[in-house]
């Protein structure tokens, strides 16, 4: 059983940065691939980012893309969510999560694929 954890959420003004973090527990994020989404009020969840089990392959929402970047630390059994350049319609609560998988290079911004998730941690951005 993975246990995710996320960190690093808090208030910016726009064009400000904030660096993610999701620290696991109970596993290795080598066994899985990871996503990060985020969910405003009153509105559906959406996907922001993953990468693959091997961690060679990401993929980004349109939206963030050119702006957010993601990574693992394997060492620190962490990963982390880069947002740079943000926006007030960033604000959002913000989940990691993650996928078994076989696969070592496949992503998915599916929500539904993902089985372990985060308790989520607030951005908001103000202008």
């Known amino acids: 059983q993975v246990q995710l954890e996320e960190s690093g959420g808090g208030s910016v003004q726009a064009g400000e940065s904030l660096r993610l973090s999701c620290a696991a527990s109970?596993?290795?994020?080598?066994?899985?691939?990871m996503g990060w989404f985020r969910q405003a009020p009153g509105r559906e969840r959406e996907f922001v980012a993953a990468?693959?089990?091997?961690?060679?392959?990401?993929d980004y929402a349109t939206s963030v893309k050119g702006r957010f970047t993601t990574f693992r630390d394997g060492a620190k059994n962490t990963v982390h969510l880069q947002m740079n350049n943000l926006k007030p319609e960033d604000t959002a609560v913000y989940y990691c999560?993650?996928?078994?998988?076989?696969?070592?290079?496949?992503?998915?911004?599916?929500?539904?694929?993902?089985?372990?998730w985060g308790q989520g941690t607030q951005v908001t951005v103000s202008s």
């Open positions: 990468f693959s089990r091997s961690g060679m392959m990401t």
């Open positions: 999560a993650a996928r078994p998988t076989m696969s070592l290079d496949s992503t998915t911004s599916s929500p539904g694929a993902y089985v372990y």
């Open positions: 109970g596993g290795s994020f080598s066994s899985v691939g």
